[in-house]
């Protein structure tokens, strides 16, 4: 079968690369040329701007493909360009697609609703035009090439993230930071996948057309980690003890490369039409992805100041940290006496620790 990959130097493109190969079809992959990665250098290779319809088919020529993956490039120039060079074609966007992704308050009360499905309403145009824009190239695709299958990627981390939000955290051990601010006690689930199992997810559907063609997939790790596990995962990993600051997102400033957004509502896509319709189950275990990337970032670490983290827009400004902790550590020091005569309980189907002991003290 040939099948031509449009993108694969960028995060998940070797690993689709390595799939393709692995189950004996003929790969082309095109891309800018612009850097190329040693995974995929043996590949046969066109170089052109995928953003660009004209650049598309005069690289392209009169060559047709069995399957055509669009990892990478403006999807609508690139569902234009192949019609009619290609049996079918397997295409990523973004879960922002989603009414209120960026803009939690659209809801009533605040907040995407948890878990999103495929089926959840989609931006409109006057809330939040990019979102609108996500959803009306997924529109246009689907009526170019019906038998499309169309992926909602989640965020993405791993090797060769170019935003890499493991970053804020690995950086921070490596320059020796005593404590990490974390946003309402860092307990926001975001919607993120690891490279090797959103590839997965795409070469489940090379190998099941009947079962992915004319479908949309939200897709994403299988256990989905907050903020806080995240950061003590790589703590771990990294065998790195410090202090995990909690304040309320209001004031954990430094906290924002790794909110996403200006609210903590959470944003959990569904991803069980993926597990039910294709048997999809992680490559790599979440917790194991984690640790695999900080060892990554550990290995090949951004530019300081570089393009990646003027991507994540993360100054690393460290004497600004220490004053809103030494400001936060003051205004919490003295907790009043409330004058309880009797503590609040957490009910009595609750039987963890802390549990009402009537024989204890009851004042605080």
Known sequence: MKVLLIGGTGPT???????????????????????????????????????????????????????????YGRLRAIAEVVQGRTGRIISVGGVPVYRGFFEPAVHEPPGLPVPTREDAPLADEGADGKSYRIGRTEQMLFEQHPTATHFRYPFVYGPRQLAPREWCVVRRILDGRPFLVLPDDGLTLIPYGYVDNLAHALLLAVDQPEASMGEIFNCGDDEKL?????????SEELGYDWELLSMPARFAIPARPMMQNYRTTHRVVDTAKLRERLGYRDAVPARDAVRRTARWLVENPPERGGYEETALQDPFDYDAE?????????ATADFPDLGYEELPGYGKSYAGPGTRNPRADTRI
């Open 13 to 71: 493109g070797p690993a689709i690369a390595r799939g393709i190969e692995a189950r004996g079809h003929e790969l082309t992959i095109l891309h800018s040329g612009n850097h190329e990665v040693p995974e995929v250098e043996h590949f046969r290779h066109l170089h052109c701007d995928p953003f660009d319809a004209d650049a598309l088919r005069g690289a392209l020529g009169d060559e047709t493909f069995d399957v055509t993956l669009a990892t």
């Open 226 to 234: 907050t903020i806080r596990q995240v950061a003590e995962l790589i």
């Open 322 to 330: 220490d004053r809103l902790a030494a400001w936060w550590r003051g």
